[in-house]
């Protein structure tokens, strides 16, 4: 992803294995649906286009904002 530098840093869920990122179309409506399915979300929407939610079994998942320039 061009606008996904680094992994973010959360102490709290940080541990060996694979990050997974994910890209959306609009942060704003997933960050909504995902809290309203019940996902934990462990940091809402920054600026720079982020957010970081847990997975079932308490995995962190990156989900960035499509850079609307690169498509």
Known sequence: ????????????ID?????LWLEVE?????HDYL?????TILEPPAE?????VADPDGSA???WERDSQTN
């Open 61 to 63: 998942l990156e989900i």
């Open 1 to 12: 992803m061009p606008n996904a530098v680094e992994s973010i840093r959360n102490p709290g």
């Open 35 to 39: 809290k309203e399915k019940g996902v």
């Open 15 to 19: 541990r060996p294995g694979p990050k």
């Open 26 to 30: 609009d942060l704003t409506r997933a």
């Open 48 to 52: 720079g286009g982020h957010m970081l």
